[in-house]
Nanobody, 112 residues
Framework: QVQLVESGGGLVQPGGSLRLSCAASGITFSNYAMRWYRQAPGKERELVASSISTYYTDSVKGRFTISRDNTKNTVYLQMNSLKPEDTAVYYC?????????WGQGTQVTVSS
């Protein structure tokens, strides 16, 4: 059974930092592209960062960093200089073409 379990979300003040983790099981982790998406209330889910070609959406460039540890089957998203507009549910995604898995999401709220 494939599981992606996100953790590390929470409430943080503007300018603060959080580190999200996504632990994968049930897959050969190194064979999968790993991505972080987010969905804010009333908005569509958007791609935030990808481990392939180290892609970042424009609004997070220079502030967020995606990394992965294949020995721990874990992908991370380091988020610095957080802004209120970063508030969303953050989802981990594992992609191997025809195989596509999602985590349950972790809430990130940036507010003073």
């Amino acid at each position: 059974q494939v599981q992606l379990v996100e953790s590390g979300g929470g409430l943080v003040q503007p300018g603060g930092s959080l580190r999200l983790s996504c632990a994968a099981s049930g897959i050969t982790f190194s064979n999968y592209a790993m991505r972080w998406y987010r969905q804010a209330p009333g908005k569509e889910r958007e791609l935030v960062a990808s481990s392939i070609s180290t892609y970042y959406t424009d609004s997070v460039k220079g502030r967020f960093t995606i990394s992965r540890d294949n020995t721990k089957n874990t992908v991370y998203l380091q988020m610095n200089s957080l802004k209120p507009e970063d508030t969303a549910v953050y989802y981990c995604n594992a992609d191997r073409g025809s195989l596509f898995y999602w985590g349950q999401g972790t809430q990130v709220t940036v507010s003073s």
